[in-house]
């Protein structure tokens, strides 16, 4: 079975993000996994949520019914500190990732660049930048030696990319997106599909209009993505479905 592997920041960032791809690949029978940093406590909009806690409770929940929507296999919130991925340890976190990607063994990983996506948010970049290391990383044996014990080895995914846009939002800090080379195409049902995951989301109810108008009139049915490496390697080449050339291991 073909497996897709999602790191992301912040419960949403899967829909927001990722909504029409992880749809799709559900659909054509490929299993799909969705991990999330943080539980987004660091959020302006906090719903009926008094205290962090509460907040992170509420967006856990609201996580699961989104990945729910989006026939998503494997799902589950992690617990760095919102806002601060910057400042959270590297070995830490990309050694957790190792272990998780050790054990869902995907054949592909999507993840954010180091751009922080669209929205040049530093907790999307730093996501991408942790994903990054475990996807070189999961596959050496000399990394995280002491996790390769009771049945867990080496796992190498077959590509890794990044989301990405053929436009920038105004009104943002300057980003310098990754390069398109994947245009994936999800179609207008699978775009409303993805709304109504966002809106799963209900402590974030105030940016509903305002993202439904950036994904709906700006990207439209598309959702874009750069193809940062690969297991073999290859020349680059424009592609319209992420599990081009990949085979089960
Ligand atoms: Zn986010």
Request: glycine letters at 8%; aromatic letters at 8%.
């Given at each position: 079975m073909l497996k897709l592997l999602c790191v992301t920041a912040h419960p949403d960032d899967e829909a927001g993000g990722f909504g029409g791809t992880l749809l799709l690949c559900a659909e054509r029978g490929v299993e799909t996994s969705v991990i999330c940093l943080t539980a987004g406590t660091a959020a302006r909009n906090r719903g009926t949520a008094k205290t962090d806690e509460e907040l992170a409770a509420l967006r856990r929940a609201e996580f699961e019914a989104s990945c729910k929507f989006l026939n998503?296999?494997?799902?589950?919130?992690?617990?760095?500190?919102?806002?601060?991925?910057?400042?959270?340890?590297?070995?830490?976190?990309?050694?957790?990732?190792?272990?998780?990607?050790?054990?869902?063994?995907?054949?592909?990983?999507?993840?954010?660049?180091?751009?922080?996506?669209?929205?040049?948010?530093?907790?999307?970049?730093?996501?991408?930048?942790?994903?990054?290391?475990?996807?070189?990383?999961?596959?050496?044996?000399?990394?995280?030696?002491?996790?390769?014990?009771?049945?867990?080895?080496?796992?190498?995914?077959?590509?890794?990319?990044?989301?990405?846009?053929?436009?920038?939002?105004?009104?943002?800090?300057?980003?310098?997106?990754?390069?398109?080379?994947?245009?994936i195409e999800i179609g207008k049902e699978r775009f409303e599909k993805k709304a109504q995951a966002f809106q799963k989301h209900t402590t974030q109810k105030p940016l509903f209009e305002r993202v439904r108008k950036n994904l709906g009139e700006r990207l439209g049915t598309s959702e874009m993505y750069h193809l940062a490496a690969t297991r073999e390697p290859r020349e680059s080449k424009f592609e319209a479905d992420l599990f081009d050339g990949v085979a089960e291991d």
């Open positions: 998503v296999t494997h799902c589950g919130v992690l617990n760095y500190p919102d806002g601060k991925l910057d400042r959270t340890d590297l070995y830490t976190v990309v050694g957790d990732l190792v272990h998780r990607m050790r054990l869902l063994r995907p054949h592909v990983v999507i993840t954010f660049g180091p751009d922080g996506g669209l929205t040049g948010h530093m907790d999307h970049a730093m996501a991408g930048v942790f994903a990054t290391m475990a996807f070189e990383w999961a596959g050496r044996p000399d990394r995280y030696p002491e996790q390769l014990q009771n049945g867990v080895t080496p796992h190498w995914a077959q590509k890794l990319y990044y989301a990405t846009a053929d436009l920038l939002l105004p009104d943002r800090q300057p980003i310098a997106p990754p390069t398109v080379t994947a245009r």
